[in-house]
């Protein structure tokens, strides 16, 4: 598969890298050196980046905030992953713009398919920020939703594990991995590849999604280049 548009997924957990918490700065100019040989290799990219790194609202929640609150502080740290990503990424000089899905100005320009777009095809990465905006969904689900208006040809998934297996293989050594499955099967076998609410939505709108390890340097490139090193998931 050749794809021209992907909606790229960072977990906002990857980017503690070695430290923990908060942000790494090797994690994160290794993703800013991936994206930009992704961009190279004539693929528009569109990012989406999750907040779990700093904040969660339904953890937040389970301490005593009050989930909508919690969810906009989640969703406030989505933003400020989505600068350290941009500024990482100006420095290895990859033209790039910070979308917001709230107003936010000068943070960040209002985001709009059209001006996505728009900036993906003039060969900037578009960091698409804030999660859909709403509270009670998950940047799982604000990625579906981006990646759907974008008319991306795929979501890809980047995450520490290398694909979807047949549980989860840090629990049990006997998981063995897909290198295709379907959504259905997915929800036979009650496989967690995204929160359902994202899930159903890359089927209904027929969004494949690639999960793949991004934590290795140099993935992204092979994946895009027709390595069959994670999982693709089809409708
Ligand atoms: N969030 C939200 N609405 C959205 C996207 C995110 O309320 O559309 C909030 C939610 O509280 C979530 C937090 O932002 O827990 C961080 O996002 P997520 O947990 O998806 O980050 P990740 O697990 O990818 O680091």
Redesign the pocket.
């Known amino acids: 598969m050749k794809y021209n548009r992907i909606l790229l997924?960072?977990?906002?957990?990857?980017?503690t890298g070695e430290k923990g918490y908060g942000i790494d700065e090797v994690r994160l100019n290794d993703y800013a050196r991936q994206i930009k040989e992704a961009v190279q290799m004539g693929v528009q990219v569109g990012i989406?980046?999750?907040?779990?790194?700093?904040?969660?609202?339904?953890?937040?929640s389970q301490k005593g905030f009050d989930?909508?609150k919690?969810?906009?502080?989640?969703?406030?740290?989505?933003v400020i992953?989505s600068l350290a990503l941009s500024s990482a990424l100006t420095a290895i000089g990859q033209k790039n713009r910070v979308y917001t899905?709230i107003r936010m100005e000068p943070v960040g320009e209002l985001y709009s398919k059209w001006k996505a777009i728009e900036s993906m095809q003039n060969g900037e990465v578009a960091i698409l920020s804030?999660?859909?905006?709403?509270?009670?969904?998950?940047?799982?689900?604000?990625s579906a939703?981006r990646g759907i208006e974008i008319e991306a040809d795929a979501m890809f998934k980047g995450t520490r594990v290398d694909g979807v297996y047949t549980a989860d293989p840090e629990k049990d050594p006997s998981a063995t991995k897909f290198d295709t499955i379907s959504f259905d099967e997915v929800y036979d076998r009650g496989l967690r590849v995204m929160?359902l609410t994202a899930t159903t939505m890359c089927k209904q709108n027929n969004l494949p999604i690639v999960v793949f390890d991004m934590d290795t340097y140099g993935n992204l490139k092979k994946v895009l280049s027709g390595d069959n090193i994670g999982t693709l998931v089809h409708v």
Request: hydrophobic fraction near 35%; glycine fraction near 22%.
């Open positions: 997924k960072l977990s906002g957990e990857s980017l989406v980046i999750g907040g779990g790194n700093i904040f969660r609202g339904l953890s937040g989930r909508v919690g969810d906009q502080m989640g969703m406030l740290a989505t992953n899905s804030g999660g859909t905006g709403n509270p009670f969904f998950t940047t799982d689900t604000a939703l929160d």
